[in-house]
């Protein structure tokens, strides 16, 4: 059996008294958590099939999919079963708020303080483009995404192109703490530039990963 043909058997699947089977849906682009829902076997063999979000709702008693009626689509890019069978991921390419209530997500009321990590920058990127992601979905007012958003592409290019700079001028000036802070602001206007154009951290991983322990890669000319 190959893979396509695993996907795609449902026999695996513990479906409650029910009928029904726990769907969380993950951000593709972010790895955010964007909501849980339910979905019977006619719809999970939909989601295959068409790669349209469907779920099955437990108040109406009906088949519903992402985005019909809000216009705030999930393309699914891949569907996984947990190792017990009893719940399912969606992975997905979400179209504007996922919550009903216009939140890029589902899960935006916190119970605990989230914690970042003391060092290194493991998840910290992730957590920003997340977050720049959220805001370019809702445009709150008064967010600093939203009015760099409006400027246009141009606008954060120009930014990063001034970062830049201040990086290099940090970095001759020997300024530990100022080239610290320029570095994040370079940071933080690159992943906006990536959201803006649907570039995830992902998929920058997934190019070092590929160069990672490969030599002669081609670096620049040399002058003269």
Request: aromatic share 6%; glycine share 10%; with cysteine.
């Amino acid at each position: 059996m190959n893979r396509t043909e695993r996907a795609a058997d449902l026999s695996a699947l513990n479906f409650g008294a029910d009928g029904l089977i726990p769907v969380v849906t993950q951000d593709a682009r972010t790895g955010a958590v964007l909501m849980q829902a339910y979905a019977d076997r006619a719809a999970l063999e939909r989601t295959l099939q068409t790669r349209e979000a469907t779920y099955y709702s437990r108040s109406r008693g009906e088949q519903w999919i992402k985005g019909h009626t809000s216009g705030h689509a999930q393309r699914v890019v891949g569907v996984s079963l947990d190792c017990d069978g009893d719940s399912v991921l969606y992975r997905v390419e979400q179209t504007g708020a996922a919550c009903h209530t216009g939140e890029y997500s589902c899960f935006h009321t916190p119970l605990l303080e989230e914690q970042t990590p003391a060092t290194g920058l493991d998840g910290t990127l992730e957590r920003v483009y997340s977050t720049i992601s959220e805001r370019l979905a809702t445009l709150p007012e008064g967010s600093y995404v939203a009015r760099l958003h409006a400027g246009g592409l141009d606008r954060v290019l120009k930014k990063i192109s001034e970062e830049s700079g201040e990086v290099l001028l940090a970095a001759k000036n020997n300024d530990r703490a100022e080239l610290a802070t320029e570095v994040a602001d370079l940071l933080f206007h690159t992943l906006f530039a990536m959201a803006e154009v649907g570039v995830s951290p992902g998929d920058v991983a997934a190019v070092l990963q590929e160069r990672e322990g490969r030599s002669g890669l081609k670096g620049p000319k040399e002058a003269g």
